[in-house]
Nanobody, 122 residues
Framework: QVQLVESGGGLVQPGGSLRLSCAAS????????MGWYRQAPGKQRESVAV???????NYADSVKGRFTISRDNAKNTVYLQMNSLKPEDTAVYYC????????????????WGQGTQVTVSS
């Protein structure tokens, strides 16, 4: 099994900053891409930012220039630095990892964290 544990969410005023972390653990051989997704009430889950194991990152247009994704491959951890937060960033943020398990390194499976709430409000 693989576990993804997120932390760092909370309540912040507009213009503020938060840093999310997601640590993966378990029977992991390696992790390909890791990413952050979010789901606001009444809306579909959307991609926020994704980073490859080589460090290449892609961002949703709505967060470009404000959010930065990074990862520590030695710790199987991905981060999301969120600056200049807006009320429309309010959502549950989920971590995702494309994992190759020790038991079958040729197969990639998607694993999700439990989600962490981010609320941007004055």
């Amino acid at each position: 099994q693989v576990q993804l544990v997120e932390s760092g969410g909370g309540l912040v005023q507009p213009g503020g900053s938060l840093r999310l972390s997601c640590a993966a653990s378990g029977s992991i051989f390696s992790i390909d891409a890791m990413g952050w997704y979010r789901q606001a009430p009444g809306k579909q889950r959307e991609s926020v930012a994704v980073i490859t194991n080589g460090g290449s990152a892609n961002y949703a247009d709505s967060v470009k220039g404000r959010f930065t994704i990074s990862r520590d491959n030695a710790k199987n951890t991905v981060y999301l630095q969120m600056n200049s937060l807006k009320p429309e960033d309010t959502a549950v943020y989920y971590c995702n990892a494309e994992v190759r398990r020790i038991t079958n390194i040729n197969r990639v499976n998607n694993w999700w964290g439990q989600g962490t709430q981010v609320t941007v409000s004055s």
